[in-house]
Antibody
Framework: QVQLQESGPGLVKPSETLSLTCTVSGVSMSSSYWNWIRQPPGKGLEWIGYIYSSGSTNYNPSLESRVTISVDTSKNQFSLRLGSVTAADTAVYYC???????????WGQGTLVTVSS | EIVLTQSPATLSLSPGERATLSCRASQSVSTYLAWYQQKPGQAPRLLIYGASNRATGIPARFSGSGSGTDFTLTISSLEPEDFAVYYCQQRGTLFTFGPGTKVDIK
């Protein structure tokens, strides 16, 4: 059974960099797309970007200048870095898997990141 | 960017009733449309992918239809655990989500 678990600081200061890691268990990371999706409190969902198991990436154009997603298949982890954060980046951040030809079928439980001084 | 619009914003129904949720795309997404259910404090759960295919373990009372720009999620007979927020999502061009429809108890 696929399990994903987000980890990282719950509080980040404005202008600093948000860093999160997703640990994947129960499945190989090969042949899948590994995604970050966020949800501001009380609002809808926003796709941030993905990394394929080969290392290729694709990002939401609205965030592309500030986002980097990387993968470490030896540790079964992938990571998110979002720079120059503001209060608007306060959200629950989810990691999620997508297999080719389908949609986001496995999700982590989510982690709340608050941007505040 | 492809924009998804969902209607209604809120649907108030009783258990046992039929729910019909709509999702409209600003341009064609073929059948690259999925539906998710989200309950408070939980991650979204994939219900339907490819507009009409039920995900693993999803009960048969959930069905999806549509293609191009107009899509529908139908819950044939609401169970108590179905009261939640439902999101549509497209992968025709990158990925975007609709604003959601809340199905609450009348």
């Amino acid at each position: 059974q696929v399990q994903l678990q987000e980890s990282g600081p719950g509080l980040v200061k404005p202008s600093e960099t948000l860093s999160l890691t997703c640990t994947v268990s129960g499945v190989s990371m090969s042949s899948s797309y590994w995604n970050w999706i966020r949800q501001p409190p009380g609002k809808g969902l926003e796709w941030i970007g993905y990394i394929y198991s080969s290392g290729s990436t694709n990002y939401n154009p609205s965030l592309e200048s500030r986002v980097t997603i990387s993968v470490d298949t030896s540790k079964n982890q992938f990571s998110l870095r979002l720079g120059s954060v503001t209060a608007a980046d306060t959200a629950v951040y989810y990691c999620a898997r997508r297999k080719y030809g389908t949609d986001f079928d496995s999700w982590g439980q989510g982690t709340l990141v608050t941007v505040s001084s | 960017e492809i924009v998804l619009t969902q209607s209604p914003a809120t649907l108030s129904l009783s258990p046992g009733e039929r729910a019909t949720l709509s999702c409209r795309a600003s341009q064609s997404v073929s059948t690259y449309l999925a539906w998710y259910q989200q309950k408070p404090g939980q991650a979204p759960r994939l219900l339907i992918y490819g507009a009409s295919n039920r995900a693993t373990g999803i009960p048969a009372r959930f069905s999806g239809s549509g293609s191009g720009t107009d899509f529908t999620l139908t819950i044939s007979s609401l169970e108590p655990e179905d009261f939640a927020v439902y999101y549509c999502q497209q992968r025709g061009t990158l990925f975007t989500f609709g604003p959601g429809t809340k199905v609450d108890i009348k």
